[in-house]
């Protein structure tokens, strides 16, 4: 079967490629069952939770002595995201994206600004009857501009594949919860690291696995289909 590098595999064509034993390609090992989510770890070490009160977003990680990471997001109190990990996919180096809504926060301090210059001006003139009004808008609009920023503002901790730096776990830390998710990092090199020294099987093996991997957590809507795709192509390219 030739192979294109330049082209995405599709779910079907994994599973073609699984299913025949002849192909020199992608072969299903031992633990598909577990990737596929067919069965699951079930030694738990611990569980971690934070939340975001702003955005009304909940994520809870369960670690397995198994080398695995089940990862549970709540949005609205409805669960969005529910999908299993497997940590020896993935590389122990963080990347980090921080937003920073400038525009607000400058908007906040102007009507803070014009608040504080319409209430001297209604302490110290006559016309206090218009310059209170303007005083107490400005504070209301320097104080949503706040909610605004904290609302928007965030830092993004992200980890990606070890072969084809898919990134398949994004941790948001909002501003009331950003040093609660920045205390999690360590625990989840720590456990990467764990899982990978258990893996000692061959390079080719290693990246066909990872790529099945990939396509499961693309099905389960932990990896977006773009990303998926280059992921194939950089695994694809890393073949003798």
């Known amino acids: 079967m030739p192979r294109d590098s330049t082209a995405s595999l599709t779910a079907e064509f994994i599973h073609q490629i699984a299913t025949d034993e002849t192909t020199e390609h992608i072969s299903l090992g031992e633990d598909f069952a577990v990737l596929a989510g067919a069965e699951e770890p079930e030694k738990i070490t611990h569980r971690f939770e934070f939340s975001s009160h702003l955005r009304r977003k909940r994520t809870q990680l369960t670690f397995y002595a198994e080398g695995y990471l089940r990862v549970r997001q709540w949005q609205n109190k409805k669960q969005v995201l529910d999908y299993l990990l497997s940590l020896r996919f993935l590389s122990p180096e963080i990347s980090t994206a921080r937003t920073i809504p400038i525009r607000m926060l400058q908007l906040a301090g102007s009507c803070a600004g014009f608040a504080v210059l319409c209430g001297l001006l209604a302490w110290l003139t006559p016309w206090n009857i218009v310059f209170t009004p303007a005083a107490i808008v400005g504070g209301i609009a320097a104080a949503v501009a706040v909610l605004v920023f904290l609302y928007l503002a965030d830092e993004r901790t992200m980890f990606a594949t070890a072969a084809g730096n898919a990134p398949v776990l994004t941790l948001i830390g909002t ?15 720590s456990a990467i690291k764990n899982a990978q020294t258990k893996d000692l099987q061959d390079r080719s093996i290693y990246l066909r696995q990872e790529m099945r991997e990939l396509y499961r957590l693309r099905e389960y809507g932990a990896i977006e289909h773009d990303d998926c795709s280059e992921a194939t192509r950089r695994l694809l390219a890393q073949f003798d």
């Open 175 to 189: 501003a009331d919860s950003f040093k609660r998710c920045r205390s999690i990092r360590p625990e989840i090199v």
